[in-house]
């Protein structure tokens, strides 16, 4: 069973960029310059664990939004991308957010409806990949 921990960026700056460009760069040939937003610093990072190893990655955003959720390839389906998720989610409540934005790459919607988001508009082009914007809302 993989752990999570919720971190800030720079103690684990190195193993979240690694899997990242793993994901992103080298599997999805999105542009390396539009990984580093900047916007790093700002957001709660979620980072999963399987024996010790950080496989999977994802962040909260100040704004209610979370985003660059990956898993390596070779731990994708066992529920660590999942377990990431509600992670970020946990972490968005409990410091009072009332709902959380994010833009799905359009075939992972389905991951995400799993947790209950719902399709929001029409899908749209970001970094050369087909997305859709999706939304969870929080308590009432
Ligand atoms: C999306 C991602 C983070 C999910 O991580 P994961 O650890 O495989 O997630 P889980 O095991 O908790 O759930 C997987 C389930 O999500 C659903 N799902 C639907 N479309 C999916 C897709 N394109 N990719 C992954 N899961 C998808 C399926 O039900 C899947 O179950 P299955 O593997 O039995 O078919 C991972 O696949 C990933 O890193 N993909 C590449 C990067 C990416 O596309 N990120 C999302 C950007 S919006």
């Known amino acids: 069973m ?16 690694s899997i990242r460009f793993e994901v992103f760069v080298n599997e999805q040939g999105v542009d390396a310059s539009l990984e580093i937003d900047g916007k790093d610093s700002e957001c709660v990072h979620a980072l999963a664990y399987e024996d010790g190893k950080p496989v999977g990655t994802g962040r909260l ?10 898993v390596l390839s070779e731990y994708r389906s066992r529920g660590i991308g999942t377990a990431i998720l509600e992670a970020l989610i946990e972490a ?21 409806e799993r ?8 899908p749209f082009f970001e970094a050369g990949i087909e997305h859709v914007l999706m939304q969870l809302q929080l308590g009432e």
């Open 92 to 112: 968005a409540k409990n410091r009072g957010d009332s709902r959380i934005i994010l833009a799905s790459q359009t075939h992972a919607a389905s991951f995400y």
């Open 61 to 70: 955003l100040p704004d209610s939004h979370i985003g660059r959720m990956a």
């Open 115 to 122: 947790l209950g988001f719902g399709a929001v508009g029409t």
């Open 2 to 17: 993989a752990s999570i921990e919720l971190t800030e960026f720079s103690p684990k700056e190195e193993q979240i960029l």
